[in-house]
């Protein structure tokens, strides 16, 4: 791939682009052709022990030394050179990934955001002084906790080391990222680039490898101090398991099956692009998107009707056509989706995309499908299916409405759509979820808006001020002065 300035079969451990100690490689595939278009290293548990010492002696080094304020300056300047690069970052993630071009360029412009933001905050994070006993001073501080594991998945590669790498380094801790195996180039050119910044050696480390190779070798390593995980439930639960046998705090960022919920007075002009945007970004292959459509039963036809127009508008082709679905991820995430398709042969289509005719046959295409009149508890509308799949669930009134949307033991995002503002109080309240959008979806996606689940869809947030108090330790001091 011609935007790629730097060699990609490499881990980045401690300032120094190296080999993997097994010199054992993985391909990249482009997911829009098929095609091989490169390797990156296959690390293993040598290289994630090498990653956690040089992340271990930067916390003590030059790294740990920094002021806070010298690290949001170095924050904010990578950033910079995130915007200075961020076409080339978007073109080598929509290779990568899959995604139309316009959302990886948003997805670049996002990673600059929150390097601007946690730059920005990183010299504003405050203990107290607390009132207590005469004779004793009582204050709080706010630590790094020293080496932080990140384990991210592939569908928003640049956001994701935004949102935690970011926030993490803003607090002087030193970080060691595990990518996923199918995409991890924007995390190499992320490292690039933070190198050139002037970033010390050892702040971060990037180890691309295998999950039960490099992700389980930094899970269960006993010198990391944190964990944050980003992807499915099922290696959530690994992860914590394998973290807690050194009681390790984790951050777990897992999946959903995100409601939205619209009453019969909604502004269905104003939703329409929300709804179905919220569930297709990304090919469906989003946590938050919004899988499940919950509609009042008044409503019902009219929203079917308008939702299927959209439906035949989309086009699916190749990532750099920018079209408005690429392809899926790999071979093995379309086999998911046509599987659970093939389950929801008994519900009811209402419309489909076209995939564009001279897309290459050995892409992972999948045209949206939007199924209509799906009981709550079918299969496809409880599990997670990370595809380009939308169900459609009549309900009655405000109390079926929540009953459904709070039952898959998910909770990641919920959206209510009603111009009854008492409504929406109370459901924002009743909704069991980490986020609650009232006549949006997704609000933007301000990287200033805390993040994450409740439930099933994990614990801990990530995203805005909030991330940087899950990224540190409070310490209390005491002080007897009579
Ligand atoms: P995944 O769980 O298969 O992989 C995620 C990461 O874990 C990858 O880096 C992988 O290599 C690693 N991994 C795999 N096995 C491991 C093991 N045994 N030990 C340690 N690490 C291991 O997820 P995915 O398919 O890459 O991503 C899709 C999932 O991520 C979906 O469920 C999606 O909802 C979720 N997700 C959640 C959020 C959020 O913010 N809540 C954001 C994006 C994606």
Redesign the pocket.
């Known amino acids: 791939m011609r935007e790629l300035w730097f060699e990609t079969d490499r881990c980045f451990i401690g300032g120094v682009w190296q080999p993997p100690a097994s010199r054992d490689f993985l391909a990249v595939e482009n997911p829009s052709t098929g095609a091989p278009i490169g390797s990156i290293a296959r690390g293993k548990v040598a290289d994630i022990d090498a990653a956690v010492t040089a992340a271990d002696e930067a916390r003590q080094g030059s790294w740990g030394r920094m002021t806070a304020t010298e690290r949001g300056r170095v924050l904010t300047r990578i950033g910079q050179f995130v915007r200075g690069r961020a076409e080339t970052l978007a073109r080598i993630e929509a290779t990568d990934v899959g995604k139309p071009l316009t959302q990886a360029r948003s997805d670049a412009m996002t990673l600059a955001r929150y390097l601007e933001f946690y730059g920005g905050a990183a010299d504003k994070v405050m203990g107290h002084s607390l009132p207590y006993m005469d004779g004793y001073t009582v204050y709080t501080l706010r630590e790094p906790h020293g080496v932080t594991g990140h384990?991210?998945?592939?569908?928003?590669p640049m956001q994701?080391i935004g949102r935690s790498v970011g926030a993490a380094l803003a607090m002087g801790n030193a970080c060691v990222l595990?990518?996923?195996?199918?995409a991890c180039l924007t995390a190499l050119a992320f490292a690039k680039l933070a190198e050139e910044a002037g970033l010390p050696d050892g702040a971060l480390n990037v180890v691309p490898g295998?999950?039960?190779e490099a992700?389980?070798a930094?899970?269960s390593h006993p010198g990391v101090d944190h964990i944050s995980?980003?992807?499915?439930?099922?290696?959530?639960r690994?992860?914590q398991a394998?973290a807690a046998r050194h009681v390790a705090p984790v951050t777990l960022?897992?999946?959903?099956k995100s409601p939205q919920i619209v009453f019969a007075d909604a502004d269905l002009d104003a939703a329409l692009p929300f709804l179905v945007n919220g569930g297709l970004q990304n090919a469906g292959q989003t946590?938050s998107a919004s899988s499940r459509i919950l509609v009042e039963r008044r409503l019902y036809d009219e929203l079917v009707e308008r939702m299927a127009g959209a439906y035949r508008a989309l086009w699916v082709g190749p990532a750099l056509e920018d079209l408005n679905l690429g392809p899926l991820i790999s071979s093995r995430q379309k086999e998911i989706v046509l599987d659970y398709l093939g389950k929801g042969q008994d519900l009811e289509t209402a419309a489909e995309g076209r995939i564009i005719g001279n897309a290459p046959a050995g892409g992972y295409y999948v045209a949206p499908r939007l199924l209509t009149r799906v009981p709550p508890g079918h299969r496809l509308a409880q599990e997670?299916i990370?595809g380009p799949v939308q169900v459609v669930i009549p309900f009655a009134d405000e109390e079926e409405a929540v009953s459904i949307a709070n039952g898959t033991g998910y909770g990641?995002v919920a959206a209510v759509w009603t111009r009854d503002g008492a409504r929406q109080m109370r459901m924002a309240r009743k909704l069991r979820a980490g986020q609650v959008y009232l006549n949006n979806y997704g609000a933007g996606g301000g990287v200033e808006l805390p993040?994450g689940?409740v439930g099933l869809?994990?614990h801990g947030r990530e995203k805005g001020f909030e991330a940087l108090y899950g990224f540190s330790v409070l310490k209390t001091v005491a002080a007897r002065h009579g």
């Open positions: 384990i991210i998945p592939w569908n928003y994701i595990k990518p996923a195996e199918e295998l999950g039960d992700g389980a930094l899970a995980f980003t992807g499915s439930l099922s290696v959530g690994k992860v394998e960022e897992l999946g959903g946590c997670e990370f990641l993040f689940g869809s994990g």
